[in-house]
């Protein structure tokens, strides 16, 4: 009988979540601040606070965790794999070495953020175009493999220019844009990125009973009238958009768009119209509450990449050592 229900419980918490961030910080707000601050009546102070710094943040936390869950949502059903996450085809790598290659140019914030979109969309081009240049081989395998090869020759290319940078300027801006923050997202950086995530999150939505095909394999698909190249390249193409746009938001956000799907299918099942929403849900909940946490746990903010790799490790490791049954 929950079933049916919990998009909309999980709603209902996701609200109340970021209105409980929104009070956390080192400017403290209780809830009767933010309330008249919201409807236009607070103090100046409060409403610089919660307007400029607060609700960006915790606007930009609820759409890069959303993002990167389904797209892991996405790519673990294309693939029929519980291990792939969004970065599997080489994004993060692509987005990371663009970002990189931003900051040891001096550009500006902008450009950087744009480098890193434009690096992570051409590293998946280039894998795309490598494998489907290999014949006779697995398709599926064949694309994975190539993203393992592209995202390590990205990840070189990126250690060459942090060996490179400007040890006391642009390297620490290299690695804490590595290790992702949302430390200073504005609305200005939200806005560009919310979009191109409703493009790519719009064609999941329409081809929620094709990938539920898919995910049986090509044959199956063949059998039903389901064209698999077509769709796993729009599939990967509108995964692929949401993750370089929230990874040139954020920086590299690892262990999110892994786990949280795990989370999804053993609350709602495999059912990809179903896991579509609840994983974003999830997805964006989580990331608000480890953002919270790496902005209120020490005096120095804490990366995100840290927190979620040791809050996702382990529980990645109960969730496979509780689901012996299988994924499916």
Avoid: C
Avoid at 197 to 218: K, T
Wanted: proline residues 6%.
């Amino acid at each position: 009988m929950i079933r049916p229900a919990l998009p909309l419980l999980l709603a209902l918490a996701l609200v109340l979540m970021a209105f409980g961030a929104v009070m956390v910080g080192p400017f403290g707000l209780s809830p009767g601040d933010v309330l008249r601050t919201l409807v236009g009546q607070g103090d100046p102070q409060a409403t610089i606070v919660i307007w400029n710094i607060r609700l960006p943040r915790v606007a930009a936390a609820l759409l890069v965790g959303a993002a990167l869950a389904t797209a892991g949502a996405s790519y673990q059903a294309l693939f029929r794999n519980p291990l792939v996450s969004p970065d599997i085809l080489g994004v993060s790598a692509g987005a990371g070495l663009g970002a990189v290659a931003g900051i040891f140019l001096s550009l500006p914030v902008a450009a950087i953020q744009a480098s890193a979109f434009v690096g992570g969309m051409a590293a998946v081009g280039v894998v795309t175009l490598v494998a489907a240049a290999v014949r006779g081989a697995d398709r599926t395998l064949t694309l994975v493999l190539v993203g393992v090869v592209i995202g390590a020759l990205a990840g070189a290319a990126t250690s060459l220019l942090k060996v490179l940078a400007d040890p006391y300027d642009q390297l620490p801006a290299i690695t804490f844009w590595l290790l992702g923050s949302l430390a200073s997202v504005t609305s200005a950086d939200i806005l560009p990125a919310l979009p191109a995530v409703l493009v790519g999150l719009v064609p999941l939505a329409l081809l929620r009973w094709r990938i539920n095909v898919l995910s049986m394999g090509d044959e199956e698909a063949r059998a039903l009238g389901v064209e698999a190249g077509r769709t796993r390249f729009l599939v990967i193409a509108a995964a692929t958009l949401v993750t370089a746009s929230v990874t040139a938001l954020a920086g590299v956000v690892g262990w999110v768009g892994l786990v949280i799907p795990h989370v999804a299918r053993m609350l709602v099942g495999p059912g990809f119209g179903r896991l579509l929403p609840v994983s974003a849900l999830i997805g964006a909940g989580y990331l608000l509450a480890v953002d919270t946490l790496a902005r209120t746990i020490a005096p120095v903010e804490v990366p995100l990449g840290i927190l979620t790799a040791v809050i996702g490790a382990p529980f990645f490791v109960v969730l496979l050592a509780r689901g012996r049954r299988g994924w499916a």
